[in-house]
């Protein structure tokens, strides 16, 4: 029979080269050749996106500078070419942004190959170590050591049954940190699947921001023969045509026999919406805040503003019934707390049999919230939901615009008490059939119903 001593050695031996064993099967120095590549194909990656973000921002303030300007022809054209470019440059910065991403998740999954390697060395390790154990259990320890020829010997299988034991320990203990990692790493991977999802998701929109700029600058084309002058003569038409609706949507809004319960609405300041931008959207403007006044990108507040103020044509003395903020055609605007999509809809259809169009909201989307709120997002370029569709807060619910009533892009967003709020065929309502508004289909509040959006934000 094998000696204590010399089985102990053998067992340690056989340990030590198990454990090691796929060292040799995965060669450190490829391995760290490989992960060094992916790293220095992310840093590119990387690098390529900062530029495109300065390139991003740039554009912006050429968009900034244009909204500033006179409106002419020109100026508008000129401001769909910018929008086409910064597009172009989101693309690109998204394409490199999943391609990191796909690096990333390739270098975590060699991790997790390595790891698993790792795992399953570990585990035959202590196999082989418990089997050998096992194989020579047939003198117990005490006795081996009462039948040691010294007590030289008995102390050195004394430390070898120690030692093992230690070994044991480490190989376990080894195991449980490679799981751990790994678990890790997995983790990691499924976060990194997360983000190349929603990257692919915001290309997909930004695709179609292209699609929706173009198609604004094509209608804009044939709406003005290319001309300056029939370019003013459409602002003007659309001046004339708001004022219009206007006072019948204030006589609508005097006969409506909506009660307004305050006590159903939530607290003022509570912060119970989100900002219909995206994160990022938001953070932009806070740096432009020079450019607005603001770090919102308002371009118009709720109630009396200065521009109601000056266009009582237009307001009726009512004021602004909502918030206007700056965004670049194709801009993804997002429902500003989950809910139910009450209605959707697109004014610039309804038109009387002179041709004239009913400027109004344009492409709207409105959201019912469960707190008493209705939310509505006017003037956009798309639609991405339809009515009774469950959104959650956060998600796409649109493009932002220029369609209905608007010289330049930005989102009109309203905040409605749900009580005191209706989305009604206005021609069935006013009694015309032929005015331009009569086959438009949009909400209509109780004057009491539009409430500042800035109380809930």
């Known amino acids: 029979m094998m000696t204590r001593s010399v089985f102990f050695a053998a067992v340690l031996a056989l340990t030590a080269g198990a454990a090691g064993a796929y060292l040799f099967a995965y060669p450190a120095l490829v391995k760290a050749d490989a992960a060094s590549d992916i790293q220095s194909q992310i840093d590119a990656h990387n ?85 050998a154990i096992n194989e020579n259990e047939s003198v117990p320890l005490v006795a081996a050591l009462i039948s040691s020829e010294s007590l030289s010997a008995a102390w050195q299988t004394a430390d070898q049954a120690v030692e093992l034991n230690r070994a044991l320990s480490k190989n376990i203990d080894a195991l449980r940190g490679a799981q751990v990692a790994l678990a890790a790493d997995r983790d990691q991977v499924a976060s990194q699947k997360n983000q190349l999802a929603a990257l692919s998701s915001d290309l997909a929109t930004q695709k179609q921001g292209v699609d929706a700029n173009a198609a604004s600058e094509k209608q804009l084309i044939n709406q003005t023969s290319n001309k300056e002058a029939s370019y003013q003569q459409l602002i003007a038409a659309k001046k004339a045509a708001e004022t219009q609706f206007e006072s019948e949507l204030n006589q609508l809004q005097s006969q409506l026999n909506l009660i307004v319960n305050p006590g159903s609405l939530p607290a003022v300041g509570t912060g119970v919406l989100s900002w219909p931008f ?63 999509v009450l209605g959707v809809g697109n004014t610039d259809l309804s038109h009387n049999s002179k041709g004239q169009q009913c400027y109004s909201f344009g492409k709207w989307v409105m959201i019912k919230h469960g707190n008493g709120l209705n939310t509505m997002y006017a003037h956009l370029s798309q639609i991405e939901v339809a009515q009774g569709q469950a959104v959650e807060t956060g998600q796409v619910i649109g493009l932002s615009g220029m369609t209905g009533y608007a010289t330049g892009p930005h989102l009109h967003f309203g905040v409605y008490a749900t009580d005191g709020t209706e989305i009604m065929d206005l021609g069935a309502h006013l009694g015309t059939t032929d005015g331009p508004c009569s086959k438009a289909v949009m909400p209509v509040a109780t004057l009491a119903a539009y409430l500042n959006p800035l109380s809930y934000l």
């Open 47 to 131: 690098s390529q996106i900062a530029q495109l973000e300065a390139d991003i921002a740039a554009y912006q303030k050429q968009l900034d500078a244009l909204a500033a300007e006179k409106k002419t022809l020109n100026s508008a054209l000129a401001g769909f070419t910018v929008t086409a470019k910064q597009l172009a440059t989101q693309i690109r910065a998204t394409q490199n942004k999943i391609a990191a991403a796909e690096l990333q998740i390739e270098s975590l999954n060699g991790s997790i190959t390595e790891k698993q390697s790792e795992i399953a060395a570990e585990q035959d390790a202590i196999a082989k170590m418990l089997r």
């Open 278 to 340: 995206s994160v990022a959207f938001m953070t932009s403007c806070a740096a432009r805040a020079g450019t607005f006044g603001n770090k919102f990108c308002i371009t118009q507040y709720f109630g009396n503003t200065p521009f109601s103020t000056k266009n009582p044509q237009i307001y009726n003395g009512h004021g602004h019934n909502a918030i206007d903020i700056a965004a670049p055609i194709g801009t993804p605007v997002h429902a500003a707390l989950a809910g139910t």
